[in-house]
Each structure stands twice: as C-alpha cells, then as structure tokens.
C-alpha cells in the first residue's frame, strides 16, 4: 500500500511537473538571468497555500506536522553545493526526474548521478564526508499539538514560542501578497498557467503528506532525494519504499502526459561535454541534498511551509549557490 | 512564413536548460537592427520562454511554427 500510494502520488507530481514546466532551478535562476518571475510564482503560490494546508491537516488531525532539523552548517555548505549542482544539472532534484520522463537524455544521467551520489552520500564512501560537513545536527522536544511527537526540527513558533498558526497566517498573507499583487512575467503557450501549477502542487503536497505518514511509514510529504537513494538501494537487496515509488510515479506521469501533448523525444546535446557538465552537476544535487538533508523539495517545497529554520536556511543558500553558478556560467559575456 | 529572409540560423535542439534562451539572447545581440533570427528547439520551456523574454527587450516574434514532434522554429525581428 505505501509504495502503491507513493506511485500514484508521483504520477500526480509528475503531470503537474511536466505540464506545469516546474523545475525550480529554472524558477530561481529566471528571477536574476532574464528578470523573469512565473516560475518563480508558481513557487510561491504553492508554498503558501501548503503553509495553511498543512497545519489544517494537522488541526484536523489528519497529519501530524514533523520539520526538518536545524543543520546550520550542513544546510548552508549543502545548499550552496545544491545550488550549484542545479545549474549544472540543467535542473533541480524534481526538475531532472520529471525531464527523464519526457526524453532529455542530459536529465538520465544527472538523474542516475544525483542518485549514485545521494546513496553514496548517505550509506557509502561519502558517509564520513558528508558527516563532517553537516556538522551538529539540531532538534527540539516537540510541543505537541498540530505537531508530531518526539523530536522536531526547530521552526519559527516553537523558537518564539507562539501558536504555530501565526507565523503560517503572516508568512502565507506575506506571499499571496506578492504574487497576486506585484507584476507577472507573460507567458503563453499549451503549458498549464502558473496560478494553476502553484494550486495543484500544493494539493498534491497535501496528498503526500496523508499517504506517506498512513501507509508509507514516511512523516512528510513531497520529497525526492530519499527516492532516488531508496531506488539505488534496491539493486543492493533493499526493498521499494513510499519515496521510491513517488519517483517511478513522477518519471511515468511526466512520461504520460509529455506523450499526451506531443512533447516526448529523445533529445541529445550537439557538444557531448554538456554530459559531463550534467554529471558534476548530479553528484553535486546527491551531495549536497543529503549534506542539507533535503533538496529543492524536500527542504524547499516542502520544509519551508513548516517554517522550519533548517528548511528555510537551506533554501535561501539553494538560491544563492544558484544565482552563483548561473552567473559564472552564463551570466559572463 | 516561408518567405521571410532569415539572416542568421540558431540551432539548438536538444540543448541543456537553459543553453537555448541564453544562445538566443547572445544572438540578437551581436545582429543588426530589422535582421531576422530562426531558432531551432525542441525544449518546451524555452519555446514559451524565448518569446516572452525577447518581446520583453523590444524585439517582434514573428512566428512560432511547429516543425516536427516536439520541435519548433521561432522567427524573430531584431529591433
């Protein structure tokens, strides 16, 4: 049931990924290489709606909210390399999965590298590395109530004390603020609007969290890292997860639906060293997302609705190693 | 649009994200004003892109035709 649920999830994902153009390397590097913003809103839609979804869920007792941990060095030295990787890559940790569903060979091998490094991050020969990179780790006893028992990652109302409804309620007002009220880059084209990308995101982040904490034995909702990792480990003896699931479910939807609007091929690079650009650029993503413990997902889209201070570190070094390698790569004359 | 003289070709199928928008902007900008620019994609995203972007910076779009299975050709008027 937990990887049948996972599978259906990503299928969702998938055709929203894929249709939805949403890849959030593409989403933060616009904002600065062509002063363009609709990835970038579609983004934020979506984690506003997820900041007031999530916690809904939790007071209805359907979830319990579980935040990252607060990894101060670990997030900002794996964000950083994160960041980089993406640009590298050609595309962020969902950016990448989903494009291998629509035929860009580039995305199969940052793919597969993201993935060979990630496990080798987390079980092999990186492990002591990365440990010593990630420093102290930090949580907190949780406070109950919307959120899980046990130990969490520490997020602005545990640290300031308040009922967590409040930072979600300024923080989400913060963001609809800004994307319904500031100006929107055009766009057109047979690709979904972004208000409809950044709503069905969000509800498919609601989807996860439910069928990953009841049948995946997983407390969180979107993720990718852990997918990829959980589908290397297979080779080895491991057993298909939740996680693991999501991913072939985001490979056949992106796949499905790319097929469906005529917008599968096989596509290669003229200069064959963009393959060995996309490889550095997926071992940085498996790196640096474990180092951070969590990628543009599972940190980004997924742990800065929690307000959790880990999450939100995370994602503001993914934006800065980001803009870093898309200046020095292609910011240059 | 097959009449319209093209000055310069850009191919840039099967290109990493985001080679073909950055290439397009290289392009226009070393081109003369009134030239015309074909470029040659297959990526879904820059084929939404490319024009917004380039109509932003003032230039005219004449055509986006669809050449083959997920492939497309945007002609564009330098300002």
Not at chain 2, 47 to 58: C, H, L, Q, T
């Amino acid at each position: 049931m937990g990887v049948f649920t996972g599978f259906i999830t990503g299928i969702l994902f998938g055709i929203v990924l894929q249709r939805g153009r949403l890849c959030f390397n593409s989403a933060i590097r616009d904002l600065k290489l062509f002063k363009d913003n609709y990835l970038w809103k579609a983004v934020m839609l979506g984690i506003a709606i997820e900041t007031l979804l999530f916690p809904l869920m939790a007071q209805a007792g359907w979830i319990h909210l579980n935040p990252k941990p607060f990894i101060p060095v670990g997030d900002i030295i794996g964000g950083l390399l994160f960041g980089f990787g993406m640009v590298l890559a050609g595309g962020c940790a969902s950016g990448v999965t989903y494009r291998t569903g629509e035929g860009l060979t580039t995305a199969w091998l940052a793919a597969i590298f993201y993935g060979l490094f990630g496990a080798a991050s987390k079980y092999g020969f990186l492990k002591p590395v990365v440990k010593f990179l990630r420093g102290p780790v930090y949580k907190i006893n949780s406070p109950g109530g919307i959120y899980t028992e046990g130990k969490i990652g520490p997020t602005i109302a545990t640290s300031l004390h308040i009922n967590p409804w409040i930072p979600a309620i300024i923080f989400a007002a913060i963001l609809l603020w800004y994307v319904f009220g500031t100006k929107t880059s055009e766009r057109s084209g047979k690709g979904f609007n972004w208000i409809t990308t950044g709503i069905l995101a969000a509800l498919v982040g609601g989807l996860a969290y439910y069928t990953s904490s009841h049948f995946g034995g997983r407390n969180y909702p979107l993720g990718i890292t852990g997918g990829w990792i959980n589908i290397f480990k297979t080779f080895t003896g491991g057993k298909l997860n939740w996680e693991g699931g999501e991913i072939l479910g985001i490979i056949i939807g992106a796949f499905l639906s790319a097929l469906a609007s005529k917008e599968f091929k096989l596509r290669m690079p003229r200069n064959p060293m963009a393959y060995v650009q996309v490889v550095v650029g997926g071992a940085f993503l498996g790196i640096g997302a474990v180092t951070a413990s969590g990628c543009n997902i599972g940190n980004f889209f997924s742990g800065v609705p929690h307000l959790a201070w880990g999450s939100l570190l995370a994602s503001l070094f993914f934006v800065l190693g980001n803009w870093i390698m898309a200046y020095w790569l292609y910011g240059r004359r | 649009m097959a009449d319209v003289k093209v000055d310069k070709t850009l191919d840039v199928r099967g290109e990493v994200c985001p080679v073909p928008d950055v290439e397009t902007k290289r392009a226009l900008k070393k081109m003369e004003s009134g030239q015309v620019l074909e470029v040659l994609i297959d990526y879904p995203l820059s084929k939404e892109r490319i024009p917004a972007n380039v109509k932003k910076e003032g230039h005219e779009v004449l055509a986006i035709e669809e050449v083959g299975n997920s492939e497309w050709r945007i002609l564009i008027r330098k300002k």
